[in-house]
C-alpha cells in the first residue's frame, strides 16, 4: 500500500508557477478531434450500408467494430473533457470559488482560497472540484442572470442542451459503458452542434493564444475540415463528403513541417513513392492534397466481363481506379467515396474508368 502511494506521488500539479504546462484542454479537443476524423477509416467499406431504405437496413445492420467503437467513445469523453476545464477555467478566472465545491469543515483552505494565500499540496487534494452538471448549470445561470462575462459568453447559452446530452453520452460511456452513436449520428452530433460551439470559444480572446495546441496544419488543397464539416451538416448532410473530409483532417494531423523536413524527410517521402510505384500496382503518383508533396500513390485494377476461363478470354476489359494513399501524411480514401469535384471541391479527382 505504501509503495503504490509512493508511486503515485511521484508528480506534479499544472498550473503552478515554476512549471510551463498550459492549455490542457486544447490537448482533449485535439485528441477529440483526431479520434473523430478517424471513424471514417473503420467504417469505410461499410458506408453504403446507411444508404439503404429502412426494410433493408433491419435485414442487415452495419458493422460496428470495436475499432469505431473505441474512437466514437473517445470523441464524445474528449469533447466532454474539454467543455468541463474550460467552463471551470472561466469560473476560476472570475473567482476560484466559484469552480470548487468546499467542504464545510474546511475552514482554513477556504481562508486561504479568499485571502489568496498559497495552498499546500496536501490541501490541494481537499479541494473538490465541481462535477460537470453542476457547472454547465452555475455557469449558464451567471450568464443569465448576473450578465456574466459582459456578453462575450451569451453565445453558450443556445448549446446549454446539447451539453447536457453530451453529459448524458459521456456518463452512459464512462459509468454503464452501454452505448455507442450511431456512425450517422455522431456526424450529426458533432457537425452541427459541437464543432460550432468549438469555434467559437477557441476564438474568445484569452484563447487564441492555444490554437498550436489543437490546430492541425494547414492543406494544401486550402480547405479548412472543421469549417467545411459545419457548413455541410449544416446546409444538407452528406455522410459521404463529410467523410472525405474527414479523411482530409485525419491528414492534416500527420503533415510534418520545419526546416528539417523541407530538407531531408520531403525528399525521402517522394523517393519512397516512387520506389512502392515500381514494386505494386500502381497507376501514377499526384500531388496529395493535404500535405501538398508528390506522394501520393494512385492504385488501379482491371476488371473483366463475361470472362471464359477454359479460353482465357473474355468480352470485355476496364481499368479502373480504386485507392489513393499518401506515403507521408497517410491520407487514404478509396473509390466507396465520390470524386472530390461532386463534392463541389477543388481537388483533381482520382477515380477513373478506362476501357482496355
Known sequence: MQEVKKICEDGFYLGKKDINIDGLAFISLKLALKSYFATY????YSLHMFEQNEE????????????YCELCSETIIHFHHFFELIFKEILRSENILLSIDIKSDNHEILYDLITNNTIADEDLEKIHELEFSTTLNRLMRLIKRRNFGGGKFDFMMDSEDTLKQLNILRNRLLHRGV??????ALDKLVGYYILPLVNQIAQLPQYKAFNNRWKYENLSCGYDPVKEIINNVKENYDMSKVAFLKE??????NIKTGFLFEQLEKYKYEKTAKLFEKENNISHITKCPVCGLNTLM???????DDYDESTYSFAKAWRHTWK?????????????????????LNIADYWEVQDL
Open 324 to 344: 489513393v494513399e499518401c506515403v507521408n501524411c497517410n491520407f487514404n480514401i478509396s473509390n466507396d467515396l465520390k470524386n472530390p469535384k461532386e463534392y463541389g
Open 248 to 253: 482530409l483532417g485525419r491528414g492534416a494531423y
Open 179 to 184: 452505448y455507442i452513436l450511431s456512425y450517422t
Open 298 to 304: 494512385v492504385y488501379d485494377d482491371v476488371v473483366t
Open 41 to 44: 477509416q473503420t467504417m469505410k
Open 56 to 67: 433493408e437496413k433491419k435485414r442487415s445492420l452495419p458493422p460496428y467494430g470495436s475499432a
